[in-house]
């Protein structure tokens, strides 16, 4: 395993025993690389070793102080805005994003859930559907495998994720999504970005944010 991630057998030694290894992006990309780590295990691994990731075993807790104030921000952003837990429900939305996807006012609306629904495969374009769902059952494998008494590994069994299917090493994904969505016209669809964001005081929040891909016109 060490030769495979390019690095000496004490180095890797020390790393099992849990002694402090040096740990740049070179080396955690081949570390992962080869130890085969699907897209959220990658990420798992790259956040804990700059230390913003809790224990995988623990789920992040839900600080309420700071989902009152990222409701708040979502009510005030223009753009359509949506507030998720760490399981994907959501918490809180705006008028703008209602308008675009109504079911999220609905009780229990849940992202995860609409993601591998039909109709968003309308909204991510058909490869891009793939990886999101892709990504989502590999996450969705790993919170079991973890935890399989927390909300999340829950939600897999709610939504019907087989324990037993394959895991897709993915690379981790950067930057906004790519997002198609119907015209206010009902004629033909516009290209958006769609920007995820996590507060560094609660991990287990989500806050999303749909933009145009252009910037505004002074």
Known sequence: MAERAGVSERWYRKLEKGESVRLDRETLERLASALLLDQPARAALFLQAV????????????????YQGLRLMVAYVRA????????????????????????MSEPGANLAAWLLRPEAQEVFGE???????????????????????GRIAELGRRLDIGESEATVPMAVPRGPFRLYLPTRTGAGSVAVFAHVLRPLADTSARVAVITPMEPPVP
């Open 127 to 149: 490869e891009a559907h793939q990886e999101q769902v892709e990504r989502l059952r590999s996450a969705l494998r790993l919170a079991r495998a973890h935890n399989p008494d």
């Open 80 to 103: 359509p805005a949506v507030l998720t837990t760490g399981a994907w429900d959501v918490v809180a939305t705006n008028a703008a994003m209602e308008e675009r996807f109504p079911w």
């Open 51 to 66: 230390q913003l990731l809790p224990v995988p075993s623990l789920e992040a807790q839900e600080d309420e102080v700071t």
